[in-house]
């Protein structure tokens, strides 16, 4: 079981796109059932922040907009290696930050908010003329364009090439990242460990 957690408020809300960016394939095997179910998935709010569509795209990005508030999912027991996946598909256009969510739980018929957890959720850091000024929405998602996301999909090309990358370097020992993700600023040790554990 991994030590991470993170907040998403997109397309890795849905565990389709989550299992298939960490475990290679949106459908389970028996590995990677016993993976997903070291994974706890709790509804969570993240305040002082807004969720737009980027333009032209079926993703959304999150910026920092005081008394605005984003609901999504947080997600614990992610290991190192699903990070890794993950920085690769979130790509240049976000950063990953650390932020405090909010547990949103049932108290009787309604949903309130709960603890306060520390996590990270990548951050929209493209110029602003990417973002339309309009909410981004789930359900939309899931019921319009989920099937666009189906595990052939070019979004996930860049994450597979850095597994195989990181396979290929256990040979030889070098970063295949290009000091990109969780390698910019890991020991050489735990670069090891982490391209271990990511294939």
């Not at 849905?14 to 299992?19: G, I, P, S, T």
């Not at 984003?70 to 979130?90: Q, W």
Request: proline share 4%.
């Amino acid at each position: 079981m991994g030590d991470n957690s993170a907040f998403f408020y997109g397309t890795l809300m849905a565990r389709e796109v989550l299992y298939r960016v960490i475990y290679g394939d949106e459908r389970l095997t028996p590995v990677t059932t016993i993976l997903a179910g070291n994974l706890t998935r709790t509804p969570a709010i993240l305040h002082n922040h807004c969720r737009h569509k980027v333009l032209g795209d079926d993703y959304p990005g999150v910026v920092p907009e005081v008394g605005h508030s984003v609901r999504g999912v947080y997600v614990t027991g992610l290991s190192d290696a699903d990070m890794f996946r993950l920085d690769i598909f979130e790509g240049d256009e976000y950063t990953r930050e650390k932020v405090k969510v909010k547990l949103l739980v049932q108290d009787g018929e309604k949903e309130v908010e709960g603890e306060e957890r520390q996590s990270e959720t990548y951050i929209f850091t493209a110029p602003e003329a990417r973002l339309e000024k309009t909410e981004w929405d789930y359900e939309e998602f899931r019921r319009e364009k989920l099937w666009r996301w189906a595990s052939t999909n070019e979004e996930y090309e860049e994450v597979d090439a850095a597994v195989s990358a990181a396979a290929a370097a256990k040979k030889d020992g070098h970063d295949p990242t290009g000091g990109r993700g969780i390698f910019a600023a890991a020991p050489k040790k735990e670069q090891e460990e982490t391209l271990e554990s990511a294939v």
